[in-house]
């Protein structure tokens, strides 16, 4: 059985990616009396654009090439991967926020729109096709609907291309051809084009092997130089026109992504098997703590309201969030297990916890 080697730094950006989305979300729970976090710093962008590349890049690592016959399998495999967690996050999401919120007392944010055509709509994982018109994507789910919207895409992209001009130039198309239809039909959620060429760019440098050239290290200071530079005015985004806005988040989410690439690739070169198995730990949760990090830690949350803000800072700090942890792993575990059945000829690895095998998968950002 053909086994594919592991990119270890891609399992240190997915741990970057996951915890930073954490961080953007943490003060939606009142996390502030012991760590001042604050919005200003975008975590959530840099985050979500690590998964997007991560996601471009695998993808055309592991599909460069692919038959309008094959169509069909490639959307079922990926879709398998994805849907059976996403449908229970959403379960979660509605049991949790709808009607345990009730009881706990806790009531931070509105989560859905109440009105079955909104259900039907996230069910389908339509919410950022449809936005803004028809839904109001539901909060850090909304992604799914992103990232199934981008694979939907591929296929367009890959199938009959002959060089990467071919592949860029149909991104171009694809992109005005929706940029017309948000303006014309009010739908396609602007954050389609946020990381849309993050995720262009991913296939790109897969294509190009970027990250094996020997020159890589050289463009290191360039992109430290590029991220300060446009984090500086990170603050006026939404002041700025549109092609502006997505030019500097562009940027500095590119940038952000060679530091921590390389940031990765060094510290793995010194670290011990521990560490890396940490790495593998997180990244292998890390598609189960996106989607399930919310409903957790608004439990601990609402169950801790009644001790002192310090007190409750401590329990979501400390107690929440390595539960999300572990029981995301847990439950990716399974999910692989459930799924492979000793069939998948995918990317493996010794999973550090169990000695058992475990395939990555295809959820976003381990395509």
Not at 86 to 110: C, H, K, P, Q, R
Not at 300 to 319: E, H
């Given at each position: 059985m053909h086994i594919k080697e592991r990119l270890l730094e891609f399992d240190f950006m997915r741990s970057v990616a996951i915890v ?72 979660s999401f509605f049991l949790i926020f709808e009607i345990v919120s009730v009881y706990l007392g806790f009531d931070f944010v509105s ?219 847990y439950i990716q575990v399974a999910e692989y297990r459930l799924h492979n059945k000793n069939s998948y000829s995918g990317i493996r ?19």
């Amino acid at each position: 059985m053909h086994i594919k080697e592991r990119l270890l730094e891609f399992d240190f950006m997915r741990s970057v990616a996951i915890v930073l989305v954490l961080l953007q979300h943490l003060p939606d729970y009142g996390i502030g009396s012991l760590v001042p976090i604050r919005d200003h710093f975008h975590f959530a962008h840099l985050g979500l654009g690590l998964f997007i590349f991560i996601s471009g890049y695998l993808l055309y690592n592991n599909n460069p090439y692919i038959r309008l016959s094959s169509v069909f399998t490639f959307y079922r495999k990926r879709l398998i991967r994805i849907y059976p967690l996403y449908l229970t996050a959403l379960i979660s999401f509605f049991l949790i926020f709808e009607i345990v919120s009730v009881y706990l007392g806790f009531d931070f944010v509105s989560v859905f729109n109440r009105n079955l055509i909104s259900y039907i709509i996230h069910v389908f994982s339509a919410q950022v096709l449809l936005a803004p018109r028809y839904v109001d994507p539901l909060l850090t789910l909304w992604y799914i609907g992103l990232i199934v919207l981008y694979y939907l895409l591929y296929p367009v992209l890959i199938i009959g291309s002959r060089s990467l001009n071919d592949i860029f130039l149909r991104s171009i198309v694809i992109f005005l051809l929706f940029g017309g239809i948000h303006v014309f039909f009010q739908i396609i959620d602007e954050r389609f084009f946020y990381y849309y060429f993050i995720f262009i760019t991913g296939i790109i440098l897969s294509h190009k092997k970027t990250f094996s050239h020997a020159n890589f290290n050289r463009s290191i200071p360039v992109m430290l130089l590029l991220y300060i530079s446009t984090f500086l005015v990170y603050d006026y985004l939404n002041e700025l026109h549109m092609f502006t806005k997505l030019f500097i988040l562009y940027i500095t989410i590119m940038s952000f992504i060679f530091l921590i690439f390389y940031t990765g690739r060094s510290l793995l070169r010194i670290s011990s098997g521990r560490l890396q198995n940490i790495f593998l730990a997180i990244s292998t949760s890390s598609y189960c703590v996106y989607l399930f990090h919310r409903p957790i830690i608004s439990l601990f949350y609402g169950a801790s309201l009644a001790l002192d803000p310090i007190l409750s800072d401590l329990v979501i700090l400390f107690v929440s969030i390595p539960a999300t942890f572990i029981i995301g792993y847990y439950i990716q575990v399974a999910e692989y297990r459930l799924h492979n059945k000793n069939s998948y000829s995918g990317i493996r690895y010794k999973d550090p916890c169990t000695s058992v095998k475990v395939c990555s998968g295809d959820e976003p950002g381990k395509s």
